[in-house]
Nanobody
Framework: QAQLVESGGGLVQAGGSLRLSCAAS????????MGWWRQAPGKAREFVAS????????YYADSVKGRFTISRDNAKNTVYLQMHSLKPEDTAVYYC?????????????????WGQGTQVTVSS
């Protein structure tokens, strides 16, 4: 059974950094586009970042561009989200997702697998 498990969330002060990891198991996701999404309390889930199968193409939401970096290690079946200069508005549950679509996608229904999420809380 394919599974995505996020880790690395926590409480951090504004301006701080966190690195999220997403470990995949049950199948190889090396050919999948991977993405990070987030959902703040009372808000809809929103796209954060996406990376294609090779890692050669990435795309970010404007709200995180220049502060977050998505990367992947296909040998470890793991995707990362490095977050710097965190702001209170980055507080959310962060989800890892995998899409069989070729190339970058920012559309949630094009993601076939989702993790359970990891909480990120940024204090002011």
């Amino acid at each position: 059974q394919a599974q995505l498990v996020e880790s690395g969330g926590g409480l951090v002060q504004a301006g701080g950094s966190l690195r999220l990891s997403c470990a995949a198991s049950g199948r190889t996701f090396s050919t999948y586009t991977m993405g990070w999404w987030r959902q703040a309390p009372g808000k809809a889930r929103e796209f954060v970042a996406s990376i294609n199968w090779s890692g050669g193409n990435t795309y970010y939401a404007d709200s995180v561009k220049g502060r977050f970096t998505i990367s992947r290690d296909n040998a470890k079946n793991t995707v990362y989200l490095q977050m710097h200069s965190l702001k209170p508005e980055d507080t959310a549950v962060y989800y890892c997702a995998a899409s069989a679509v070729s190339g970058i996608t920012t559309v949630s229904y094009e993601y076939n697998y989702w993790g359970q999420g990891t909480q990120v809380t940024v204090s002011s």
